[in-house]
């Protein structure tokens, strides 16, 4: 079993920055790739962003690519989303979630690559 719990959301005005933290229990945090999905009302669950259990492959979506970074320590079980230049329809639930086999980069390709899902938190940008 893998715990997520993720932190950081809020509200801030469009081209602010924002960073989300998730931090992980219950396993090896070296043993699992990370990622970052968002899900807006009344849309989709969206792929933000994957990356690999040593941290040397990232991953992005097209409309995060270029403002958003994603990045873990693991001497703190936790993975960051570094979010700049924040745009209105950045604005969503953003979900923290892990993927115990197979490769980071399948998180934003496959449906249901994540085993793993913390409970969300919002972001809200305003224009």
């Known amino acids: 079993q893998v715990q997520l719990v993720e932190s950081g959301g809020g509200s801030v005005q469009a081209g602010g920055s924002l960073r989300l933290s998730c931090a992980a229990s219950g396993r090896t945090f070296s043993s699992y790739a990370m990622g970052w999905f968002r899900q807006a009302p009344g849309k989709e669950r969206e792929f933000v962003a994957a990356?690999?259990?040593?941290?040397?492959?990232?991953y992005y979506g097209d409309s995060v690519n270029g403002r958003f970074t994603i990045f873990r320590d693991g001497a703190k079980n936790t993975v960051y989303l570094q979010m700049n230049s924040l745009k209105p329809e950045d604005t969503a639930v953003y979900y923290c979630?892990?993927?115990?086999?197979?490769?980071?980069?399948?998180?934003?390709?496959?449906?249901?690559?994540?085993?793993?899902w913390g409970k969300g938190t919002l972001v809200t940008v305003s224009s």
């Open positions: 979630a892990a993927r115990i086999s197979g490769q980071a980069y399948e998180m934003g390709r496959l449906e249901n690559a994540a085993d793993y």
């Open positions: 990356i690999s259990r040593a941290g040397s492959y990232t």
